[in-house]
């Protein structure tokens, strides 16, 4: 007696786009994220460059107290 072996190819394929599609969200958020902590190191360079330290934290107390 012969035994026919048959698989559930739609499972299957519909895991793997659902997989793909994981990797390209995580892929996408984690570029996302290092673009925007380059772009928050390049305005705080620029800060310390066009004000120095003590105008930084200068301006961030009064940005934090209102004064």
Excluded: P, Y
Excluded at 10 to 16: K, L, S
Excluded at 35 to 56: D, E, N
């Amino acid at each position: 007696m012969k035994t026919i072996s048959t698989e559930n190819t739609r499972n299957t394929v519909a895991h793997d786009d659902l997989n793909q599609a994981g990797k390209v969200g995580l892929i996408a958020v984690t570029t996302l994220g290092g673009l925007i902590g380059a772009w928050g190191i390049a305005c705080m360079v620029g800060a310390f460059a066009t004000s120095g330290i003590g105008g930084v934290i200068s301006g961030f107390l009064s940005a934090i107290t209102g004064m």
